[in-house]
């Protein structure tokens, strides 16, 4: 049926030109997502770890490789969206925000070995794991992460998180759960709230810095603040390794009336007491607390650390960090083996952004390998850190190896501005993106 | 981020919404301005009483947006600090304007249309 008036539309025109619309809105996008060009490869590949990195990893060598040989090793079911840690513990998300199922992300054909790894042998080019299966690999992506060493800090009680005004937002998403619990206790009554961060490298430099603004905004907002004091104490002289942007967080909390500390290093806690014991350059300090966020030293899993992976001199040696170049990712001594994410021994970098960066790079290395053509691909140290500065705004701080700050959204999204629009980013965009990442799409 | 490619936005937020819900919203998005201007066409003027009518809901289709978009964010509103956040809340609230005007302009001009049409059909 048509209207046949002489200069109305037709229903049937009117459906054409829709269709066409469409049709032309979406066909950019349809070439766009032509499927890139596969290489024809028998490599046996293994990943041990099934993280941020790890899963990336896969989703992106099976987009890459036809016929390939991919084993992911986690003996972890679950998959920690870590960056959602802090905002379980701002009380913004739920316990199980950064919950989700590792089998959900692992690509077809890429087979999944739930068990820990026991040893890693470069020399013999073999992964084995706890049941004593043997991995034998043309190439290796270490992409485990890291430990958090606990015992280092005398006195400390994990399972004591979430009370007697003790925290650990690092812990778990549990322990981030229990920790907003006690936070915001505290934030009702008010009192002494001690923030660190550990002497060691860490996952997020920037968490730290974060959750002393979360503390500090929420005892302004529960009316609690006159009568509190939040000190933060810093493991060296600066607040951040980036000066700007440590210049722009002693402003703040130069504003906010939070004390800075420098040269702390937590040796110490008494739970029951609730004193914190750090050392300084003038000897032991002591500091009563009633609310502490402990954040423990961090290292290589011991894995790595028995294996002959990490750096042998240096800063990192102690840490057990994999010895790999900063811009490839590749092993130094071991060409055929990378290290991605928290575990590789590199300036910077151990962020989710820093993962979404560094995978493509090392992808392009193991395909100039198994291409014999040259690539000149670099990981330039690209870190991203959305540091929270209250409920509701944030400042989105990217920068590379040299310090400098290398903004997303120039002219548009401001680094050292707190901004909302960052907050945004933080509360909504960041985990689909992560995601996204995860199934080789980011 | 290291580049924008449409893409990955795409894949973003179908990961953020789910895929029913974005191609929900992709279809509501292409539906609601071409049957705006197929009305136009084939009305030849824009009919000034229903665009009134549709603008002030429309006023009130703003702000809704803007409260979905507190919620959904986990914001407050008193979040807004630099310019950046002055252009994000006005292209919210322009998007829940004009989305709404048009939305609710194209169903009334629409159902008009069809009720005239049905008064008019030649008798069988």
């Keep these: 049926m048509s209207y046949n008036d002489n200069n109305s539309l ?86 199980d925000y950064p919950v989700s199922r590792t089998a959900d992300y692992v690509p077809e054909g890429v087979r999944l070995v739930v068990e820990p790894v026991a040893e890693i042998d470069p020399e013999s080019n073999r992964v084995t794991t706890e049941s004593a299966l043997r991995l034998d690999y043309d190439f ?33 998403p549990q322990g981030a ?21 550990p002497d060691t490298e860490m996952k997020c430099a920037g968490a730290p810095l974060k959750y002393t603004f979360i503390v500090e905004d929420y005892l302004t907002r529960r009316g609690t603040r006159a009568h509190s004091q939040v000190i933060y104490n810093s493991n060296n002289q600066a607040l951040f390794s980036v000066p700007i942007v440590s210049e722009k967080v002693r402003m703040l909390y130069r504003e906010r009336n939070i004390q800075m500390n420098y040269d702390r ?49 240096g800063a990192w040696a102690n840490e057990g960090w994999m010895e790999v170049d900063r811009g490839t990712l590749r092993h130094v001594r071991y060409p055929n083996v990378f290290g991605i994410g928290d575990i ?24 100039a390998d198994i291409s014999d053509k040259p690539t000149d691909a670099l990981y330039t140290g690209y870190t991203s850190c959305p540091l929270i500065t209250r409920l509701g705004q944030a400042m989105l701080i990217e920068f590379d190896y040299e310090n400098n700050l290398m903004p997303s959204f120039p002219g548009l999204v401001a680094p050292l501005e707190e901004l909302w629009v960052s907050w945004v980013m933080k509360t909504m965009g960041l985990k689909p993106t992560y995601i996204s990442m995860l199934r080789g799409r980011a | ?91 919210i609230f322009g998007l829940g304007l004009v989305g709404t005007t048009l939305m609710l302009y194209s169903i009334a001009g629409w159902a008009q249309a069809l009720r005239r049409a049905g008064h008019h059909r030649p008798s069988e």
């Design chain 1, 10 to 95: 037709t229903r049937r025109r009117f459906l054409q030109l829709g269709t066409l619309g469409t049709g032309a809105l979406l066909l950019p996008l349809s070439t766009a997502n032509a499927a890139p060009q596969k290489f024809r490869s028998s490599a046996r590949i293994v990943i041990v770890g099934a993280g941020a990195a790890g899963l990336a990893l896969a989703s992106r060598l099976t987009a890459s490789l036809e016929g390939a040989d991919i084993t992911l090793v986690d003996a972890r079911r679950e998959h920690f969206y870590q960056p959602g840690f802090t905002l379980v513990a701002a009380g913004i998300k739920p316990v």
């Design chain 1, 140 to 172: 290796l992506f270490v992409a485990c992460g890291m430990q958090l060493d606990y015992a280092a800090i005398d006195g400390m009680d994990v399972r004591r998180i979430g009370s007697n005004g003790m925290g650990s937002i690092y812990h778990s």
């Design chain 1, 177 to 197: 759960h229990a920790t907003w619990l006690e936070m915001s206790r505290f934030a009702d009554r008010g009192g002494v709230a001690v923030l660190q961060r």
């Design chain 1, 265 to 313: 290093t937590l040796q110490a806690i008494d739970l029951d007491r609730r004193i914190a014991t750090f050392s300084s350059p003038q000897g032991k300090v002591q500091l009563e607390y009633d609310f502490i966020n402990v954040i423990p030293p961090m290292k290589a899993p011991d894995v790595v650390r028995n294996s002959p992976l990490p750096w042998q001199t």
């Design chain 1, 344 to 367: 590789a021994g590199v300036p910077k970098g151990k962020t989710a952004a820093s993962v979404k960066w560094q995978v493509p790079v090392a992808i392009e290395h193991l395909l």
């Design chain 2, 1 to 91: 981020m290291s580049e924008l490619d449409p893409i990955v936005l795409l894949a973003v937020f179908q990961e953020m919404l789910g895929a029913p819900l974005l191609w929900l919203l992709i279809i509501l998005g292409i539906i609601t301005p071409l049957a705006f201007i197929a009305l136009l066409l084939r009305e030849r003027r824009l009919v000034a009483s229903r665009m009134f009518y549709s603008q002030t809901v429309g006023l009130l289709g703003g702000g809704l947006a803007l409260v979905l978009m507190a919620r959904v964010s986990s914001s407050g509103f008193t979040d807004a600090g630099g310019p950046a956040d002055w252009l994000l809340i006005g292209l």
